[in-house]
């Protein structure tokens, strides 16, 4: 331990003196509430605002619309395999290609209904 | 995120403010050295915090904060530098702290001494200053001040060790 003026220096007890804590002023409370409040306002503003026009504004119906999107695409593309599939019996059986083509309308309607009534 | 979650975090954040106002003025009085500009620099410090706390609480796996809201005042401080491209210019109002901080005992006992210990810190390369002042005005252990440094808890311990003696080899200089 070093000396000064005859007596051993404390070192670690002068640093905590000398670097006691600093009580915050009043108005700075004050000053950084304020902002806190202002900030915590705004965001609730705006997430209620959102909560209330989510449904409202179409940019936030991306989710079912793909949702749906997604689901009759995929519906579709069932009616058109099952159609396909049925498509040489569908042939053998058409006494033309009118006929062919109205027994095609008639099997995909079919399906159609079907994937629907699911 | 919904409005209970919101409500949640900003009660939480308030537990937070008013457990480490005095902390982060502390630090910030000690590191730049003058009132005015400790208190634009708290505020800064817990708006930025407020910004930032969902993802520094879900980072945090249920360790204290301190460390975080400290670092962020020490980002700030060492910004605040870079801008004016200086070191403090005010001293530190070391009339204030005495006459606010210490009791009678101490200013008739150690006034002197003090003012030493308080003009030798500013001697101190940033980085040792720091550290001494999260140790010995926050309280903040080595691993505490290891996080608000981004340093290991070994590289602390030295850096503290050898501030401590810088320090003592000022104050006792002839």
């Known amino acids: 331990m070093s000396q000064t003026a005859g007596r051993p220096l404390d070192i670690e007890s002068m640093l905590r003196l000398a670097l006691s804590p600093v009580e915050p002023p009043a108005a700075l409370r004050t000053r950084v509430e304020t902002r806190l409040q202002e900030l915590t306002d705004l965001a609730v503003d705006e997430l209620e605002s959102w909560e209330l026009g989510s449904m409202r504004d179409p940019r936030n119906w991306a989710r079912p619309v793909i949702a749906t999107a997604v689901g009759a695409t995929a519906g579709t593309a069932l009616v058109v395999l099952r159609v396909r599939q049925q498509h040489r019996k569908r042939q053998a059986a058409s006494h033309d290609p009118l006929d062919l083509a109205r027994r095609t309308l008639k099997a995909a309607s079919a399906e159609a209904r079907k994937l629907a009534q699911r | 995120m919904d409005s209970a979650h919101k409500a949640r975090l900003d009660r939480e954040f308030s537990d937070l403010y008013r457990a480490h106002l005095r902390d982060v003025?502390?630090?910030?009085?000690?590191?730049?050295?003058?009132?005015?500009?400790?208190?634009?620099?708290?505020?800064?410090?817990?708006?930025?915090?407020?910004?930032?706390?969902?993802?520094?609480?879900?980072?945090?796996?249920?360790?204290?904060?301190?460390?975080?809201?400290?670092?962020?005042?020490?980002?700030?401080?060492?910004?605040?530098?870079?801008?004016?491209?200086?070191?403090?210019?005010?001293?530190?109002?070391?009339?204030?702290?005495?006459?606010?901080?210490?009791?009678?005992?101490?200013?008739?006992?150690?006034?002197?001494?003090?003012?030493?210990?308080?003009?030798?810190?500013?001697?101190?390369?940033?980085?040792?200053?720091?550290?001494?002042?999260?140790r010995f005005s926050l309280g903040m252990d080595n691993r505490e001040i290891a996080r608000a440094m981004g340093k290991s808890d070994g590289a602390t311990k030295v850096l503290l060790h050898r501030a401590i003696k810088q320090l003592e080899g000022i104050v006792t200089a002839p």
């Open chain 2, 25 to 134: 003025y502390s630090y910030a009085y000690y590191r730049i050295g003058n009132h005015h500009d400790a208190e634009d620099l708290t505020e800064q410090t817990f708006l930025q915090a407020y910004r930032h706390f969902e993802r520094a609480q879900a980072e945090s796996d249920g360790r204290p904060l301190r460390p975080w809201l400290i670092r962020i005042a020490h980002n700030l401080a060492a910004n605040l530098y870079r801008d004016r491209s200086r070191r403090p210019q005010t001293p530190i109002d070391d009339t204030t702290v005495l006459r606010t901080q210490h009791t009678t005992e101490d200013l008739v006992e150690g006034r002197d001494e003090l003012a030493r210990i308080l003009e030798s810190i500013k001697q101190l390369p940033d980085e040792r200053r720091e550290a001494l002042i999260m």
